[in-house]
C-alpha cells in the first residue's frame, strides 16, 4: 500500500503528540532545551544526578588555612545556543548567591526560562568572589591555564589570598565575568590603572595596595521583613491595633534562614503573627520539609497555596507551611488564634507571602558587637 502522511493530530513534535495548528505557536516557544552531557570531572561517573543544567555544590576554602570562607559572592552562568543548521549563541540565564559560615555553596539547577525547538544548554560557568582573593573560574586558572579539577557537586574552591605584585589588571581581565561579579570588582578598577600605567613604564607609579576585605561583607544575611507588612496582617485580619516587628529568636538568623515575630502591643502571644522562611539552604528544600512534617505532625499536604502545603488548626494557633520549589522557598507561618479567627485566614496571610516571595532581600550583616546581639535575638 502506498505511504500516507499522518494525520495532523498525530504528528510528533519535539515536545511530544500535538495538533499542528493548535500548537505550533506553543511548540515553538514551550520545548525544553536539549541538555548537552556535562564535560566536567566526575560527571561520567554519575549521570543520574550530575548533569550541565545542575544542581551544583561546593565549598570555598582558604588556600593557606583550609578555614571556609563566608559571604563570597557566587555565580552561575547557563549559556544557550539555537539553531539547525546555522547555530548561534541564544542568550544566558544568571544566578548569584553567597556562601554559609561553612563557606558552602549550593546553586539550584538552571532557571529554565530559555525555552524553544532547537534551542540548547551548551555550557555552565561558575564565578566566585572574595575581597582580598584571587577570584575562580570553573573554566580557567589565573595563571591562564584550563581548569581541570572542577566538579558540578561536591566541588572544591581554594582560594588564594591577594599578594603584593599581583596585577589587577590582568585579575579584571581574567575574570571576564557577569554583572554581579563585575560590580563587586568594581573598586580594582584604579588599581588596574596603575598596574597597566607601570607595565607601560611608570615605574615610579606606587604599587596597589593589598585589597581588605570590605567592612560588613564577610556574610550577608537574609531578610524577610518585607514578605507580610504589619498592615496587610490588619487589613486581612480586621484588626486595628499596632503590632512590634521583631525577629524570632529559636533558630539562629542566617543568609538561606530569616525568621520574623510580628508581636501585638500589650496582648497576649495568642494575637501574635510570626513566619519562617528558608531560602535556597545548604542542601536543599528536603531538610525544611522534615521540619515541617516534624513541626505538623499527621498533616496531610494540599494545595491551598503551593502544590506542598500544609495547614495546621487548633484552639491556640494556626499554622500554614509551603515549599515553592521554583523560587527555592519554604514558609512557616504561625498566627495566634484570636488574631487569625480560623484557618482560612491564616492561608490568606501565607498565601500573600507567596506572592510577594520577590520582596525577599539580602542585606549586610551586623559589624558591632550591640547590632550582633540585636540580630541573634
Sequence with gaps: MPRTTPPTSLRVTRCGWSALVAVTAWSLTACSPIVREAPF???????????????????????????????ATVVAVWSYDRGDGLVGPYGSETLELKTDQAGRYRVPAAPGKIRGRHVRLVSFSLFVYKRGYVAYRSDATFA???????????????????????????????????????????????AANLDLYRTLGGAAAPLAADPDPEPGSTLQMLSAHALLPPEEVRLRTGYTDAFTPGELGDLARTHFYHGVH?????????WDVAYRVWKDPPGGLDSVRETFRATLPDVEPTGDVTAETWAFDDDKVRAVAFIDDDAGVGVLLTCGAMQC?????????????????????????????????GAAR
Design 41 to 71: 570531572a566526575g560527571a561520567a561517573t554519575r549521570p543520574t544526578d550530575v548533569q550541565l543544567s545542575g544542581p551544583f555544590d561546593g565549598q570555598v576554602v582558604d588556600t593557606t588555612t583550609d578555614k571556609p570562607i563566608q559571604g
Design 144 to 190: 591562564g591555564e584550563p581548569r581541570t579539577d572542577f566538579t558540578l557537586r561536591h566541588n572544591a574552591v581554594k582560594l588564594r589570598k591577594w599578594r603584593k605584585g599581583d596585577s589587577h589588571a590582568q585579575h579584571l581581565v581574567y575574570l571576564a565575568a557577569p554583572p554581579a561579579v563585575q560590580m563587586q570588582a568594581r573598586w580594582e578598577r584604579e
Design 262 to 270: 510580628l508581636r501585638a502591643r500589650d496582648r497576649d502571644e495568642m
Design 341 to 373: 479567627v480560623d484557618i482560612e485566614t491564616a492561608i490568606i496571610l501565607a498565601r500573600y507571602i507567596a506572592e510577594n516571595i520577590d520582596a525577599l532581600e539580602f542585606t549586610d550583616a551586623p559589624t558591632t558587637a550591640a547590632d550582633k546581639t
